[in-house]
Structures are given as C-alpha cells and as structure tokens.
C-alpha cells in the first residue's frame, strides 16, 4: 500500500513565524502536490514537483515556496505565516492517474 | 482554476438508499476522478473513468461518464452509515499530470 505522511496533524504558529511542512512517500512516485483546502473552496493546488529539484506553480503560489532534495521528500514552506495561511495542508503523490493523498495538516496561524 | 463542479453540495438520505452525486466539468478530459473524504482526513481514490469509457462499476459504487454533456455520476447504492463523507470529483486533461478538483458533495447517511 502506498503511504504518505505528513509531519504533523496539527500545527500552531504566530504570525510571521517560518513554517516547514513535510511530506514523505514511500512509493517511488515522480510527482508530488500540496493542496489547501478551505470551507466552501474545495482544493487548490499550491505547488507540485515531477522530479527531484523540481517544481511548478499552482493556482495559489503566492506565500509559499518548495523544496524537493529527494525523491521522496516534498517540503512546503511559509516564509512568513500571514492569518490567511490558517487551513488544512494536503500532500500528495501520484505515478501515474490518481493521487494518493496524506492526512493532512491543519494549520493555524494566531 | 476549478473544473469540476459537483452537485448537490449536501445530500442527506437514509441508510440503505441509494445516493447520487454528479459532477459537470468545462473542458475535454482524459479521465475522470472520484475521491471520498472522511471528515478531517486526506482523500482517498475510489475510482478513475477514461475517457472513452462510459460506465464503472466498483463494489458498490457506479460511475457514468457522458462526454457530450461533460458530465459525470457516481452512484452509491445500498448506503450504510460509513458512506458519510465528502465526495470530490477530479479531471485530468491530456498532457497534463496534475488533476483538478471540484467542491465537493457532502453526503450525510441518517440511520
């Protein structure tokens, strides 16, 4: 079974902080995604990556950026958590057609 | 950019109906996605219908696919109190490795 993790459940930051959100899978999978997802928005897409060292914007770039040193690692970043950044963090990873998804992280930033 | 939009928003039905959720989507696709989501979770593949195909069926779940409108159903019959989750419907266009996903239907089972 293909399994992604995500660093952490729940994650609390302030405003400004630098924040870190990993992603992990263990499938060899070429591409990696980070999603929000926010009440009546549904998912949109942040980042993605189809190999290591590299990434392509989403729909919603802005106030993230990413790293991806390994195959299996893809990192989000918020360079400086703003309030709006306060929502639910999806990972996922996929080879062919479909994604598999982590758990997700909730963020909030105070 | 969102190209799939599922219909209802909410549904509620009693255990054991049958519940049907549809998705329309704006431009040509290669496949066609549907995920479920449990509440506070990632979301989990349940089923992919290409292109030229124009019906699936896994366990209890059935999907149709009708390019000439750009829509698509998902059918669950039978529901049990377990169904009650989220459903996405995502679309995959050619040359393309990303999907995009729509809103979402909440689908609520009442004993």
């Known amino acids: 079974d293909v399994k992604v993790t995500q660093s952490s459940r729940y994650l609390v930051k302030r405003t400004g902080e630098k924040v870190f959100l990993e992603c992990v899978q263990d499938?060899?999978?070429?591409?990696m995604f980070w999603y929000r997802q926010d009440p009546g928005l549904g998912l949109r897409l942040i980042y993605f990556s189809y190999d290591v060292k590299m990434k392509e914007k989403g729909d919603i770039p802005e106030g993230y950026s990413v790293s991806r040193e390994k195959k299996e690692r893809f990192s989000l970043i918020l360079e400086s958590a703003s309030t709006n950044q306060t929502s639910m963090y999806l990972c996922a990873s996929s080879s062919r057609n479909e994604q598999y998804f982590g758990p997700g992280t909730r963020l909030t930033v105070t | 950019s969102q190209q799939g939009e599922e219909d209802p928003q909410a549904l509620s039905i009693q255990e054991g109906e049958n519940a049907t959720m549809n998705c329309s989507y704006k431009t040509s696709i290669n496949n066609l996605q549907w995920y479920r989501q449990n509440s506070g979770r990632g979301l989990v593949h349940l089923i992919l219908?290409?292109?030229?195909?124009r019906e699936k069926h896994s366990g209890r779940l059935r999907v149709t696919l009708d390019t000439s409108k750009k829509s698509s159903s998902l059918l669950i019959t039978a529901s049990r109190a377990a169904d009650t989750a989220s459903y996405f419907c995502a679309t995959e266009t050619w040359g393309d490795d990303k999907i995009i996903f729509g809103k979402g239907t909440r689908l609520h089972i009442l004993p």
């Open positions: 219908i290409r292109s030229n195909e």
């Open positions: 499938m060899d999978h070429e591409n």
